[in-house]
Structure formats: structure tokens, C-alpha cells
């Protein structure tokens, strides 16, 4: 009896675990698109483009969000650092005006040049993928006063 218990609770926790691990792809919305933000963590190197603000207010990095499709002002922000030195992060910030269509994936991409980021919005997943618009910005240390100028941004933005 004790060996079928531990049987039954593993096939669970097998299960359990399965499921967990799976990535489950969610349908678009009607009327909506997706955006997928970009991470790239490795060793030390930490490098983030996200959607910069959400419901008009500065936010975090999160993996994907949707949003009504449309016209868009949308304000992104990359952020290059080091997991051990916050010091020595670094930032860039665009301004993309774009119209993204109902029931579409989008993410964000970027390409380090020197001091400056090429920061692109991708249409597609996979091997079928269409740029929008490449936008370079120079990768600046964080300002002192930068809060205030993030919040009025994000008042224009349409997120």
C-alpha cells in the first residue's frame, strides 16, 4: 500500500512538474496585440529592453503584455549592467510611433554598437520575422533627476 502511494505521488509530482515547465501560449485578444520584451542574462552581463511604462507610468521589465492594437506612442528603455556592479549600469531611451495590428506578436530587439543601442520593434516569431523601425540611441548613465522626466514621457506615451 505504501509503495502505491508513493507511486501515485510521484506520477504527480512528475505531472506537476511537466506542466510547470511547459511554456503555455496564451491566445491574443481580440482587438490586441502582444509585446514581448527583450532580456539577455549571462554570466554578469545583464542587458533589458522593455516597454518603458504601463497604464501611463514608468514600470518594470515584465515577459509579455497585451494592449490594444492601433496607432501607438510607445516609450522603450534599454538598460545594459552587470549583475555585481549597479554602477556601472547604463541606459537608452526611444520613442517609436507605430501602428500594430490586432492579433499580432511583437517583441523588442536590440544591438549594442560602442556607446550606442539600435533598439528595433519585430513583427512575427521565429524565422519569419519583420523589422518595423531601428531606432539608435546613446547608452547614458542613469540621471539624478530622471524620475520626473520618466513620468512626463510616459503622460505622452499611449500605454
Not at 20 to 26: A, C, R, T
Not at 39 to 61: A, D
Not at 134 to 144: A, E, F, H, I, N
Amino acid at each position: 500500500m505504501r509503495n502505491l502511494n508513493l507511486m501515485v505521488l510521484l506520477v504527480l509530482l512528475i505531472s506537476l512538474v511537466a506542466c510547470v515547465s511547459l511554456p503555455i501560449k496564451k491566445d491574443i485578444r481580440e482587438g490586441h496585440f502582444r509585446l514581448k520584451n527583450f532580456q539577455f542574462e549571462q554570466g554578469k552581463k545583464r542587458e533589458y529592453v522593455y516597454l518603458m511604462c504601463n497604464s501611463k507610468s514608468p514600470s518594470q521589465w515584465v515577459t509579455a503584455r497585451q494592449y490594444e492594437a492601433g496607432r501607438h506612442i510607445l516609450w522603450v528603455k534599454a538598460s545594459i549592467g552587470s549583475r555585481d556592479f549597479s554602477s556601472a549600469e547604463r541606459n537608452a531611451f526611444v520613442k517609436f510611433e507605430v501602428d500594430l495590428e490586432s492579433g499580432k506578436d511583437y517583441q523588442l530587439n536590440r544591438e549594442i554598437v560602442g556607446d550606442s543601442i539600435i533598439i528595433w520593434i519585430a513583427e512575427g516569431n521565429g524565422s519569419n520575422i519583420n523589422i518595423l523601425e531601428k531606432l539608435t540611441s546613446p547608452l547614458t548613465r542613469p540621471l539624478v533627476i530622471e524620475e520626473r522626466l520618466r513620468k512626463d514621457q510616459c503622460l505622452e506615451g499611449t500605454i
